[in-house]
């Protein structure tokens, strides 16, 4: 497709399930990060792939957080043992170079 | 550590009113500047990107500018409409750092 998408797009779950979310980059675009944005906070980095290099986790929250991407497209972000507090908008980007990243829909996830 | 700060939080204006939305950062040692808008419920969508070496970029009755070393950049509305109204996110991609920084926002309300 022509941009970054994203599923599913809305996700409520009960905590203490794990949860999945899928990113589909722009096709060429090397680098894919997970971002959240939370009510009343600002956009959060989670974690950043570039080709092959090892990713940079700096930003997951704990360690019931982790993503991988495959074949260094698609990438999964999971969120094991869903708390309350996980509970915003999951937004991943794609770019090529410092040419700015471009956003998919996100996901909305709700922990009840 | 970046950090960004956009003033006013929000902004509410007659239809054809020109307006300027303000971006600051802490750190000059930027890559690049980029100005998304956010509707309610939907992801972000890029603007216009500043590289660190150009001073402006226009877009429609959009325009930017950017003055790295006083750590400021604008965006420029010209001639606005109802349905300009949104969230303007500017966000910073830091030199050594492949994560963009964003401000809280301006929430942009243009009254018909």
């Known amino acids: 497709g022509a941009g970054v998408s994203q599923s599913p797009s809305n996700k409520v779950t009960e905590k203490g399930k794990d949860v999945e979310l899928r990113c589909d980059p722009i096709?060429?675009?090397?680098?894919l990060y997970w971002y959240r944005q939370s009510l009343g906070q600002g956009l959060e980095f989670l974690i950043y792939f570039q080709g092959n290099s090892a990713p940079d986790k700096s930003g997951l929250p704990s360690d019931r957080f982790s993503a991988e991407r495959t074949g260094g497209s698609v990438s999964t972000l999971t969120i094991q043992r869903t708390q309350q507090e996980d509970s915003a908008v999951y937004l991943c980007?794609?770019?090529?170079?410092?040419?700015?990243?471009?956003f998919g829909p996100g996901t909305r996830l709700t922990v009840l | 550590k970046q950090e960004v700060t956009q003033i006013p939080a929000a902004l509410s204006v007659p239809e054809g009113e020109n307006l300027v939305l303000n971006c600051s950062f802490t750190?000059?040692?930027?890559?690049?500047l980029q100005w998304f808008r956010q509707d309610p419920g939907k992801g972000l969508t890029s603007l216009l990107l500043?590289?660190?070496?150009?001073r402006e970029q226009t877009s429609g009755r959009l325009n930017a500018s950017l003055d790295k070393s006083s750590g400021r950049s604008t965006l420029y509305i010209a001639a606005s409409q109802p349905g300009d109204s949104a969230t303007y996110l500017c966000a910073v991609l830091g030199g050594g750092s492949e994560k963009l920084v964003f401000g809280k926002g301006t929430k942009l309300t243009v009254n018909p």
């Open positions: 096709s060429g675009h090397t680098a």
């Open positions: 980007a794609s770019s090529l170079g410092v040419l700015g990243q471009f």
């Open positions: 750190d000059s040692a930027i890559y690049n």
């Open positions: 500043i590289q660190s070496s150009q």
